[in-house]
Structures are given as C-alpha cells and as structure tokens.
C-alpha cells in the first residue's frame, strides 16, 4: 500500500507527464541505474562496494526505520515489507543517533518523574 497524498501525487505525475518517475524528462526503466545516475550527478557514493555507497536495497532499511519511529506495530511493518521473521525485520530497523537521544530523554523523564512521588 501506498499513503493518499503520495497516490495523488503519482496521480498528478502521470497526468502532467504521461509517466510516473522520470530522470532528466525521460521514463525510468531500471530503477538501479536511476538511483546509480542520481547518486553520480550528487556526488553521493553509490554501491555496495563503495565507501558509504547508497543501493536501491537502502530504501527498506529508512522504511522500516520510519515505521517504527511512527509507532507502527512492528507486525504491520513485517507484513508490508514481507518479512515473515523478527531477525529479518530488526535487520531493517536501523537505531540511528536521534532514537538514542530520544531513549536518554525518557529515561530522564522517568527517573525525574520517579524521584517526585
């Protein structure tokens, strides 16, 4: 499934255009090579092999990142991604600074709140 205003936004896409995702005008048709051009023109790594390299693959790991961070049950997640095991969808969740940040201000949060009753 896809949200409503990405739908209506694809919509108004292929309406304007006659296709949904382009690059420099033209239709896509190897995402890969999209993303690989993309990364090039923004002088951002791209592939496996390179230092920080940016994949196609790296768009599950900030889905499934995201979800989380939306509060999503970790089951609905699993269930949209496909992933039918824990380990599989914990390999896709990636903790990054912000979300130990965030851990440190509840824990806080809780020893303040404890220590006042």
Partial sequence: PIGEELYKMLLEQRKAEG?????KGKPIKDIRTAIRNACED??????????NGVTFHDLRHTFNTMMRKAGVDR??????????TEEMNRHYDTVDTEDMR???????????NRSVH
């Avoid at 296709?19 to 690059?23: A, D, G, H, R």
């Avoid at 089951?75 to 039918?84: F, L, Q």
């Fill in 75 to 84: 089951t609905v997640t699993m269930t949209i991604t496909g992933h039918s």
């Fill in 19 to 23: 296709f949904v995702i382009q690059f």
């Fill in 42 to 51: 923004a002088h951002i790594p791209y592939g496996r092999n390179a230092r």
């Fill in 102 to 112: 965030l851990a440190i201000r509840q824990y806080e949060n809780m020893l303040q």
